[in-house]
């Protein structure tokens, strides 16, 4: 039988420290300058200045953590570390493609 591809979620969680107001529904609207805001606003300014090439940094990125966490549950100590460092480079490679875009609309 064939196992479907994996999927991936990503989940944003409000940090404990924070005060969220009633039921987390953030009613005033002022959650635009939270940290998670920020740093998804970062994702589509990378999709938007690097198009296509901006999206597969992010499928990248997201594909190494799905091999992450299927060689945890695999319990592949050696494909787990492989998981690890590819995950380091995809992000690393996601920083400094934000770091490029910013430098260039500052100018």
């Known amino acids: ?8 979620m990503i989940a944003i969680v409000p940090h404990a420290h924070a005060e969220p107001d009633e039921d987390h529904l953030d009613r005033e609207g ?4 939270s ?5 998804i606003q970062g ?4 999709l938007r200045r690097h198009g296509p090439m901006g999206a597969r940094l ?7 953590l799905i091999h992450l966490v299927d060689a945890f549950n695999d319990r592949d100590r ?3 570390e492989e ?9 690393h490679e996601l920083i400094q493609a934000k770091r490029g875009s910013s430098k260039r609309g500052s100018k």
């Open 58 to 64: 992010l499928r990248l990125y997201a594909d190494s």
């Open 43 to 46: 994702n589509v300014e990378l």
């Open 1 to 8: 039988m064939d196992r479907p591809p994996p999927g991936i």
């Open 35 to 39: 940290e998670v805001h920020r740093r």
């Open 78 to 80: 050696h494909a787990f």
């Open 83 to 91: 998981a690890c460092e590819e995950c380091v480079d995809r992000l």
């Open 30 to 33: 002022n959650g635009g300058d």
